[in-house]
C-alpha cells in the first residue's frame, strides 16, 4: 500500500503542488473513501491503483480537489485587515488616486471569503467607488469551491465567521428560506473569480496592486514554492506591489522579495529590479 500512496502523491505534488507523505495516509482514508464508493470501487486502495495507472482526468482532480484543504472565513487574521484599512489601502488609493484602478489577487481564494472581504473594505474606504475601475480576482484550483464563491451565497455559520452583522446587512441580501444570503452586487460586480493551478499554466494576468497568497505555501516544497513565488514577483511592480502571506509563512531572504514589518503583521515587496 505505501508504494501506491506514495506514486499517488508524487502525482498529487506534480499537479498541485501538495506535498503528502506516508503519515498521512489516515487523511486519504477519510477523504477519498466516499469517492470510491461513487465510482465503484471497493477500497480506496483499488481507487489509487486506477488513478495511478490511468491518464490525469477528471476523477483524478476530484480526488486532489478533496485533499485540498479550503478552510477560510470572512476576515480571516483581523490583524491582516486592520493594517489594510489602516496603512496599506490608504496608502495605495492616494496613489492611485489619479488613475482610479487597483488590482488586487486573492490566490487560492477557495469559497471567496477573503475576495468578499476585500470588496467590502474598499467599498467602505473609498466613496466614488463608482468611478474607480477595481478588480478583485478570485482563483482557485477547485471548480468546487469556485462554483460557490461565484454564487456568493452562504449559510448562517459561514457568515457568522467573521462577518459583522452590519456588514451583512449591508453587504448581503436578506435571509432566503434555507437560511442562505448572497452577497449583493456591489461587490460581486468587483470580484471576478477563475480557475487556476498555481504549479500549472497561468492565463494571461495583469500587474497587481496587493496579491494575496495566504496559507498556501505551506503544502509545497521549497522547489515549488521557489517557483510560484517567481512567477508572482513578474505580476507586482517594483514600487508598491505587496504580497501578504499567512500568518505562519516566510519568504527566504535570498529571494527576490524583502519584508516589511507593520506592527502586528508582515508583507513583502519585489526587490527593486526583480519585478516585471
Not at 478552510?71 to 489594510?84: G, K, Q, S
Not at 495605495?92 to 486573492?106: G, H, P, T, V
Not at 428560506?177 to 495583469?206: C, H, M, Y
Not at 499567512?246 to 527566504?252: D, N
Request: aromatic content about 10%; cysteine-free; charged content about 25%.
Amino acid at each position: 500500500m505505501n508504494e501506491i500512496l506514495l506514486t499517488f502523491f508524487a502525482s498529487l505534488e506534480k499537479h498541485t503542488g501538495i506535498s503528502l507523505d506516508i503519515n498521512k495516509k489516515y487523511l486519504i482514508d477519510s477523504r477519498l473513501s466516499p469517492i470510491a464508493k461513487e465510482n465503484g470501487f471497493k477500497e480506496v486502495k483499488d481507487l489509487l491503483l486506477h488513478l495511478n495507472k490511468n491518464s490525469l482526468g477528471g476523477l483524478h482532480y476530484k480526488a486532489f480537489d478533496a485533499l485540498t484543504t479550503n478552510e477560510t472565513m470572512f476576515f480571516r487574521d483581523p490583524h491582516v485587515f486592520e493594517a489594510l484599512r489602516t496603512k496599506i489601502l490608504p496608502e495605495l488609493i492616494r496613489a492611485r488616486s489619479k488613475k482610479k484602478n487597483l488590482r488586487i489577487w486573492s490566490a487560492a481564494s477557495s469559497t471567496g471569503q477573503e475576495a468578499y472581504s476585500i470588496a467590502i473594505m474598499l467599498s467602505e474606504m473609498i466613496p466614488d467607488l463608482q468611478d474607480w475601475d477595481i478588480q478583485i480576482v478570485g482563483t482557485d484550483f477547485s471548480e468546487r469551491a469556485l462554483n460557490k464563491a461565484k454564487e456568493g451565497v452562504y449559510n448562517h455559520f459561514e457568515l457568522s465567521r467573521g462577518l459583522d452583522k452590519h456588514f451583512a446587512e449591508k453587504y448581503f441580501g436578506p435571509v432566503r428560506s434555507d437560511g442562505t444570503r448572497q452577497a449583493n452586487s456591489k461587490i460581486r460586480e468587483i470580484v471576478k473569480f477563475s480557475l487556476i493551478n498555481l504549479v500549472d499554466s497561468w492565463p494571461s494576468l495583469p500587474y497587481f496592486d496587493i496579491v494575496f497568497l495566504r496559507n498556501v505555501l505551506i503544502y509545497f516544497t521549497q522547489d515549488t514554492k521557489d517557483k510560484v513565488l517567481n512567477r508572482v514577483s513578474k505580476l507586482m511592480g517594483p514600487a508598491d506591489g505587496i504580497l501578504i502571506l499567512g500568518a505562519s509563512e516566510m519568504i527566504p531572504l535570498s529571494t527576490q522579495f524583502k519584508m516589511v514589518q507593520l506592527e502586528k503583521i508582515s508583507y513583502y515587496k519585489v526587490v527593486l529590479g526583480e519585478g516585471a
